[in-house]
């Protein structure tokens, strides 16, 4: 859930629930502190101070920006995937390639395709550039028999 404290359309406040995890920020450092007063007064809460993970991925608060990574979830989709030892590539599909199914090819494991295209798609957070590939291929989730023309 995500809630927007606005005052005078100048001060905000932003908080984000998720589960059992909270974070907020704003722009004015008085609607912050007496925000996470009365939270700790209301519920007994850990404040764990400035945010360094959420969901999986890091953050990374500096003066010149905050920036946020999923290198490690990245990296164990290649190892659960078995794809650890691939090389890189510039582009996650080819130019122009059109997908059909094919019906007479060998079954793919439906379960193994869900949890792949699932673990992609939480990878375009961070990876945008991806999301083009991972929603063609997406749209064989139903029935993954694919070949190219």
């Known amino acids: 859930m ?3 404290k606005s005052i005078d359309l100048e001060d905000i406040l932003i908080v984000c629930l998720y ?3 909270l974070i907020f920020t704003g722009n004015n450092s008085k ?3 007496e925000f996470r007063e009365v939270m700790i007064s209301c519920f007994e809460i850990t404040d764990f101070g400035l945010m360094s993970r959420f969901l999986g991925i890091k953050v990374n608060q500096q003066d010149d920006g905050i920036f946020i990574s999923q ?3 990245a990296c ?3 190892k659960k995937f078995k794809m650890d030892n691939s090389k890189p ?3 996650l599909v080819e130019e122009k ?3 059909t199914r094919d019906i007479e090819s060998k079954r793919v494991d439906a379960t193994l395709y869900k949890s792949l295209i699932g673990s992609l798609r939480y990878l375009t957070t961070t990876r945008p550039y991806i999301f083009f590939g991972v929603s063609l291929f997406g749209r064989f989730i139903e029935k993954p028999h694919i070949s190219h023309l």
Request: proline fraction near 0%; glycine fraction near 0%.
């Open 89 to 91: 590539v510039s582009t």
């Open 31 to 33: 609607l912050i502190v």
């Open 76 to 78: 164990d989709i290649l």
């Open 19 to 21: 589960v059992d995890d």
């Open 71 to 73: 290198r490690k979830y």
């Open 2 to 4: 995500l809630y927007v």
């Open 97 to 99: 390639l059109k997908l």
